[in-house]
């Protein structure tokens, strides 16, 4: 059974770099062809899809975004962090991870996600 | 990067009906389009992929077509557990790109 759980801080103040860990089960990201996602959800808005990691290590991340993100995995703690610099009350979101199987395009299975709120 | 428009942005119909969600996107992506449900405070949930195969477990009253710009998603008898809102995302290329939602009630 595969799960995934998101975990890091529910309030960052403005301009710092937010941190969020992805720990997961029932999967291994040593996997040919399976990766692991972020994407993110304003409060009452639609989803956004932030960056990937694939199980070569292969990264792809938003455009818009991309010079505020890194995504990194440790296959031995089956996890995969998210940084994001330089936050903005904007950047207010739940932040969900998911698993992408191999030879698909789609997300699978999602963590409940983690609602960073940015303020000071 | 590819836009994926979603319409209606929401909508109410009543216990029963047929309920049909569009989805354009701004180029050519294929069959490279999956459909997902979101109830409130939950995470998305996988219903279609690839244009139109039924996720294992998903009631098959659910389905999806089309092929190329335009998609349709369409559940054929709406229940009260169908509430939430729908997101199609393309994944023909990066940047991965999701529709706005439609937000479906009941009347």
């Known amino acids: 059974q595969i799960t995934l759980k998101e975990s890091g801080p529910t309030l960052v103040k403005p301009t710092q770099t937010l941190t969020l860990t992805c720990t997961f089960s029932g999967f291994s990201l040593t996997t040919s062809g399976v990766g692991v996602g972020w994407i993110r959800q304003p409060p009452g808005k639609a989803l956004e899809w932030l960056a990937l990691?694939?199980?070569?290590?292969?990264?792809r991340y938003s455009p818009s975004l991309k010079s505020r993100l890194t995504i990194t995995k440790d296959t031995s703690k089956n996890q995969v962090v998210l940084t994001m610099t330089d936050m903005d009350p904007v950047d207010t979101a739940t932040y969900y991870c998911?698993?992408?199987?191999?030879?698909?395009?789609?997300?699978?299975?999602w963590g409940q996600g983690a609602l960073v709120t940015v303020s000071s | 990067d590819i836009q994926m428009t979603q319409s209606p942005s929401s909508l109410s119909a009543s216990v029963g009906d047929r309920v049909t969600i569009t989805c354009q996107a701004s180029q050519d992506i294929s069959y490279y389009l999956n459909w997902y449900q979101q109830k409130p405070g939950k995470a998305p949930e996988l219903l279609i992929y690839?244009?139109?195969n039924l996720e294992t477990g998903v009631p098959s009253s659910f389905s999806g077509s089309g092929s190329g710009t335009d998609f349709t998603f369409t559940i054929s008898s709406l229940q009260p557990e169908d509430i939430a809102t729908y997101y199609c995302q393309q994944y023909d290329e990066f940047p991965l790109t999701f529709g706005g939602g439609t937000k479906v009630e009941i009347k």
């Open positions: 990691i694939f199980w070569d290590d292969d990264k």
């Open positions: 690839d244009g139109s």
């Open positions: 998911a698993h992408r199987p191999t030879g698909y395009g789609y997300f699978d299975y």
